[in-house]
């Protein structure tokens, strides 16, 4: 089992930044692949980005590429979503979510751990 914490979320204007972390515990975190999800008011849940294993391959979401950056610390069991020139339409809760299998998957049920989220909202 894998516990999850997220942390960081906020309110923010539009045009700012956030970083949010996710905490790990239960298992040991460098055989998780991890991935950020957000989930906006009467929206589906979306995959934001993904990163493997080792950190060594990362995979964005269209909408927010070239503005966040996933990162993870596999020392400090945590892996990060650092977000920059933030939009109203980035406003959500935000998931981190891990799954034991190596490859990368912006699939919601391919992911079995999940936090329990982090409310970012962006004020225009």
């Known amino acids: 089992q894998v516990h999850l914490v997220e942390s960081g979320g906020g309110l923010v204007q539009a045009g700012g930044s956030l970083r949010l972390s996710c905490a790990a515990s239960?298992?040991?975190?460098?055989?998780?692949?991890m991935g950020w999800f957000r989930q906006a008011p009467g929206a589906e849940r979306e995959s934001v980005a993904n990163i493997s294993r080792s950190g060594g391959t990362t995979y964005y979401a269209d909408f927010v590429k070239g503005r966040f950056t996933i990162s993870r610390d596999n020392v400090k069991n945590t892996v990060y979503l650092q977000m920059s020139s933030l939009k109203p339409e980035d406003t959500a809760v935000y998931y981190c979510a891990g799954r034991s299998t190596p490859v990368i998957s912006t699939t919601i049920y391919h992911y079995a751990y999940w936090g329990q989220g982090t409310q970012v909202t962006v004020s225009s």
């Open positions: 239960g298992r040991a975190f460098s055989t998780i692949t």
